[in-house]
T-cell receptor
């Protein structure tokens, strides 16, 4: 699987937008970009995913660079409940059936009240 | 609806003992994954089931680890002769069908401590 690079940690203030960057310069044309987050003492939870176009859902927005070598997860108004480790993950469309998630260390987001 | 559940939530055992960790996936989900998460690290893939069969067990660290899913729903991860290095959080995830865009639903994990 192609590798992703994320900052170890970021800090934000409550009610402000947060932009979490991810570099994936070796991404291949069929790799999907996924974001998961893990709140303290919980299992990871899905946030959003995309292939080429920007995506929006109730949790966040995903902005994908035109060359797809980077992406940014956008939380429009951070809340204290958004404090978590955020993982950027590439999933290859391998044609097989095992679409496991390959996690890095992620970005620890701290939200200040 | 009910999510993925895992039991026990915590397990403390002594070195050399045998342990079983259980995962109840979301009803109807055919794909099931086990991951292991050590302190300060992201989860690492262990094994993937499609239905009853282990389609990919390449992430199992050695032959002390084994997993089953006999009826295509509940899965049990079995660890023989536990070692202190096996201490970690063991996570289970399920998904309705396998695909590169499909969301995986995770359970809360079982924290295993080997003394």
């Amino acid at each position: 699987d192609a590798k992703t690079t994320q900052p170890n940690s970021m800090e934000s203030n409550e009610e402000e937008p947060v932009h979490l960057p991810c570099n994936h310069s070796t991404i291949s044309g069929t790799d999907y970009i996924h974001w998961y987050r893990q709140l303290p003492s919980q299992g990871p939870e899905y946030v959003i995913h995309g292939l080429t176009s920007n995506v929006n859902n109730r949790m966040a927005s995903l902005a994908i660079a035109e060359d797809r070598k980077s992406s940014t997860l956008i939380l429009h108004r951070a809340t204290l409940r958004d404090a978590a480790v955020y993982y950027c993950i590439l999933r290859a469309n391998s044609g097989g059936s095992n679409y496991k998630l390959t996690f890095g260390k992620g970005t620890l987001l701290t939200v200040n009240p | 609806g009910a999510g993925v559940s895992q039991t026990p939530s915590n397990k403390v055992t002594e070195k050399g003992k045998y342990v079983e960790l259980r995962c109840d996936p979301i009803s109807g989900h055919t794909a099931l994954y086990w991951y292991r998460q050590s302190l300060g690290q992201g989860p690492e893939f262990l094994i993937y089931f499609q239905g009853t069969g282990a389609a990919d067990d390449s992430g199992l660290p050695n032959d002390r680890f084994f997993a089953v899913r006999p009826e295509g729903s509940v899965s049990t991860l079995k660890i023989q002769r536990t070692e202190r290095g096996d201490s970690a959080v063991y996570l289970c995830a399920s998904t309705s069908t396998s695909g590169p865009s499909n969301e995986q639903f995770f359970g809360p994990g079982t924290r295993l401590t080997v003394l």
